[in-house]
């Protein structure tokens, strides 16, 4: 697999993640009983986006090394991992 196809999959595995890693540690305005004239009780506190951004980061980074030793190290291709997963 070449560095072009492990950036793609880097970023889809990333934007992936970050919205699985978003909604984690979110404080709205209604938990700190807070609520700001003019918003709804559930938006956010604080911003907190850096902080699941670099989450993020750490997490696409761990699957991606994942990815690499299987496909490096053991010599798998991305077509066998794909068939692991049966079509419907």
Same mark, same amino acid.
């Given at each position: 697999?070449?560095?072009?196809?492990?950036?793609? *999959?880097? /970023?889809? +595995?990333?934007?992936? *993640? =970050?919205?699985? +890693? /978003?909604?984690?540690? /979110?404080?709205?305005?209604?938990?700190?009983?807070?609520?700001?004239?003019?918003?709804? @009780?559930?938006?956010?506190?604080?911003?907190?986006? #850096?902080?699941?951004?670099?989450?993020?980061? *750490?997490?696409?980074?761990?699957? =991606? @090394?994942? =990815?690499?030793? #299987?496909?490096?190290? /053991?010599?798998?291709? =991305?077509?066998?991992? #794909? @068939?692991?997963?049966?079509?419907?």
């Amino acid at each position: 697999m070449s560095w072009i196809t492990f950036l793609a *999959v880097f /970023l889809i +595995v990333w934007w992936t *993640v =970050l919205f699985a +890693v /978003l909604p984690f540690g /979110l404080k709205t305005q209604d938990d700190d009983k807070d609520v700001t004239l003019g918003t709804v @009780a559930s938006a956010p506190r604080g911003p907190h986006v #850096l902080r699941a951004m670099a989450w993020t980061t *750490v997490i696409a980074l761990s699957i =991606l @090394a994942v =990815l690499y030793w #299987l496909t490096r190290g /053991l010599g798998y291709s =991305l077509d066998d991992l #794909l @068939a692991l997963f049966p079509k419907p």
